[in-house]
């Protein structure tokens, strides 16, 4: 066990299940892999059931894989904050928590875990100390990355295993699961995860009329809204299968967040959105567009920009061209009506490169470290100091 066994890690939900996903991976990984104690904190616990359907949604307090689950309410100033203190994504601290930290000796370490980003400025400022300009606290930033250097991505030490062992009996065990046959073969098969904002209706206008048959897996969710709409259909949709044209959507149930990895290694291509389906597409190894969190003043195109120089370094020209006009497309860089479509065609066209490439990628990631092993190092570190 970890010298610093305790950990309380506090999540607010701000949009879906983006934030607590990354706060329920990480807690199930230091709880089972770095052998720590963990409390997790979290404002919304109908979202983390919809992760983990063994948490009880209506309970103030329960143990759920070894980690135990609060509702993040008013904090009693009886409560013994733990000697690491993750605050995710910028979501803040108790003030009566605080203050039991100050009065705690040795006090504990605050960590900020920041967003992921791929720019450069990331290397610089991982781990640099932020001091609380009220309360005498150690307190540093930790930057998710994906490179040497910053604080690596979440991988559970068996995930890539259990990847390469998913071959096409899994697959069709797994469209079984979710109530359809394992699609056509020769079909496309894509995921589709993605904002409300996406050009959906674009995108499923052109496998409409494509010349061959792509099938599209649709999890239950806000985007399933536009979906239908192009549709035109209505009622319940999970579990259901529609076809136009070379379209076929298939809307899978909401599955646990462990299937999730299964939903994709299932599938050709996967369109992800955020940071915790954009990290887990990464690792299964697929092609993948990801539409990035809109900001202001699209400044997310920036950050869009810095991954594609990542991830394009090492690709084939037409590759690299087809990748960056795909991602650029779906995240409307350019807003022309015909580009998607295009776009869709060229990435396409190069598939081979792309799955080849994505393959190569995963083990370049594995480079860059693991999170939870970092950040436990990291702590220990500075306790040391």
Aim: with cysteine; charged share 25%.
């Amino acid at each position: 066990m970890s010298p610093l066994h305790s950990w309380d890690i506090f999540c607010r939900v701000v949009d879906n299940f983006g934030d607590i996903s990354v706060g329920w991976r990480l807690a199930r990984q230091l709880a089972s892999e770095q052998r720590a104690a963990v409390r997790l904190w979290v404002d919304d616990l109908a979202s983390l059931h919809a992760l983990s359907p063994q948490v009880d949604p209506t309970a103030a307090r329960q143990a759920v894989e070894g980690i135990e689950v609060y509702r993040w309410d008013e904090i009693s100033p009886a409560v013994t904050p733990a000697q690491v203190a993750i605050e995710a994504f910028g979501c803040g601290l108790p003030e009566a928590y605080i203050a039991a930290m100050v009065e705690r000796t040795p006090r504990p370490l605050w960590i900020t875990l920041e967003y992921l980003s791929a720019e450069p400025w990331v290397q610089e400022h991982h781990g640099l100390p932020s001091p609380h300009p009220r309360w005498p606290l150690a307190r540093y930033f930790f930057f998710p990355g994906l490179v040497p250097g910053t604080g690596g991505i979440l991988r559970e030490a068996d995930l890539l295993a259990r990847r390469d062992a998913f071959g096409e009996s899994e697959r069709r065990k797994f469209w079984m699961s979710v109530g359809f046959d394992a699609p056509a073969a020769g079909a496309d098969v894509v995921s589709l995860f993605a904002y409300r904002d996406a050009p959906i209706a674009r995108l499923l206008e052109g496998w409409e009329r494509g010349d061959r048959l792509t099938v599209v897996a649709v999890p239950e969710g806000p985007v399933i809204a536009p979906v239908l709409g192009y549709l035109g259909a209505t009622g319940p949709a999970s579990g259901r299968a529609f076809r136009r044209g070379g379209l076929e959507v298939r809307v899978v149930p909401f599955v646990a967040q462990p299937r999730y990895d299964e939903l994709l290694w299932a599938c050709d291509c996967n369109f992800v959105r955020g940071e915790d389906s954009f990290v887990r597409a990464q690792w299964a190894a697929r092609p993948l567009v990801w539409q990035i969190y809109p900001q202001q003043a699209r400044a997310h195109w920036r950050k869009l920009e810095a991954f594609l120089d990542l991830y394009c370094d090492g690709l084939p020209a037409a590759a690299a061209a087809a990748q960056r006009g795909m991602s650029r497309a779906w995240n409307s860089v350019d807003d022309s009506p015909a580009q998607l479509s295009e776009a869709w065609c060229g990435f396409r066209a190069q598939r081979a490169a792309l799955e080849a490439h994505a393959r190569r990628w995963a083990v370049r990631l594995a480079a860059a470290g693991e999170l939870a092993e970092k950040l436990v190092q990291f702590c220990q570190d500075k306790v040391k100091c």
